[in-house]
Nanobody, 119 residues
Framework: QVQLAESGGGLVQAGGSLRLSCSVP????????MGWFRQAPGKDREFVAV????????LYTDSAKGRFTISRDDAQNIVYLQMNSLKPEDTAVYYC????????????WGQGTQVTGSS
C-alpha cells in the first residue's frame, strides 16, 4: 500500500507561484509513474503532469507547458509540482497519484490540496 500526502496549496494572485509537494513514504520501487491531476468545481478530473521516477522523463498537458514543472527528490521520496504564472483557471483541487510500472492505471491517490488563483 502506497500512501500519498499532498501539501502546498493555497490562495495566490494571478501571476503568482506555488509549489505543491507529494510525499511518497511507502515507495519501494523506482518503476513508478508519479502523476499530478486536478479537478475544478463542476468539472472532471484532468491530467496535469507525470514523471517516470526512474528516468525522470516528464509529460505535461498543454495548459501546463512552460508554466509548471514536475520534479522529484529521491532521498526524501517527494514529488513536486512547481506552478508559475498561475491563472484563475488553474483553480482546482490538485491530486498526486502513483501508477506502478506493472499497472495500466493510477492505483494510489492522495487526498488533494486546494489551489485558488485570484484575478
Amino acid at each position: 500500500q502506497v500512501q500519498l500526502a499532498e501539501s502546498g496549496g493555497g490562495l495566490v494572485q494571478a501571476g503568482g507561484s506555488l509549489r505543491l509537494s507529494c510525499s511518497v513514504p511507502g515507495r519501494t520501487s523506482s518503476d513508478y509513474r508519479m502523476g499530478w491531476f486536478r479537478q475544478a468545481p463542476g468539472k472532471d478530473r484532468e491530467f496535469v503532469a507525470v514523471m517516470r521516477w526512474d528516468t525522470g522523463t516528464t509529460l505535461y498537458t498543454d495548459s501546463a507547458k512552460g508554466r509548471f514543472t514536475i520534479s522529484r527528490d529521491d532521498a526524501q521520496n517527494i514529488v513536486y509540482l512547481q506552478m508559475n504564472s498561475l491563472k484563475p483557471e488553474d483553480t482546482a483541487v490538485y491530486y498526486c497519484a502513483v501508477k506502478p510500472g506493472s499497472s495500466a492505471k493510477y492505483e494510489y491517490w492522495g487526498q488533494g490540496t486546494q489551489v485558488t488563483g485570484s484575478s
